[in-house]
């Protein structure tokens, strides 16, 4: 059993930036997948960005590159979404989730991950 906390969001206006968190009540992630995704009212819930156990590979979706970035410390049982040049259109309720299966590529689907945290707010002004 993980369980995932999500902290760091906010209210910001555009072009702003916010820090997400997410905290694993395990001793370590080292052979977990972590995944951020993300869901606007009145729309599926939808990938935002995953790393891998170790770190070694990361991939974003289209609608973030150059503006997300994750990360993850291993040692601190914490990943990250650093999110920059927020726009109106990234309001959304991001939640972290992670693949316990550290043999498969990233999965970029809801269904590829095991455990999730319950959220937290993003709200970007225009």
């Known amino acids: 059993q993980v369980q995932l906390v999500e902290s760091g969001g906010g209210l910001v206006q555009a072009g702003g930036s916010l820090r997400l968190s997410c905290v694993a009540s395990?001793?370590?992630?080292?052979?977990?997948?972590v995944a951020w995704f993300r869901q606007a009212p009145g729309k599926e819930r939808e990938f935002v960005a995953g790393?891998?156990?170790?770190?070694?590979?990361?991939t974003n979706a289209d609608s973030v590159k150059g503006r997300f970035t994750i990360s993850r410390d291993i040692s601190q049982n914490t990943a990250y979404l650093q999110m920059d040049s927020l726009k109106p259109e990234d309001t959304a309720v991001y939640y972290c989730a992670v693949d316990i299966h550290p043999w498969k590529q990233i999965q970029t689907t809801e269904d590829g991950y095991e455990y999730w945290g319950q959220g937290t707010q993003v709200t970007v002004s225009s």
């Open positions: 395990v001793r370590t992630l080292r052979t977990y997948h």
């Open positions: 790393i891998s156990w170790n770190g070694g590979s990361s």
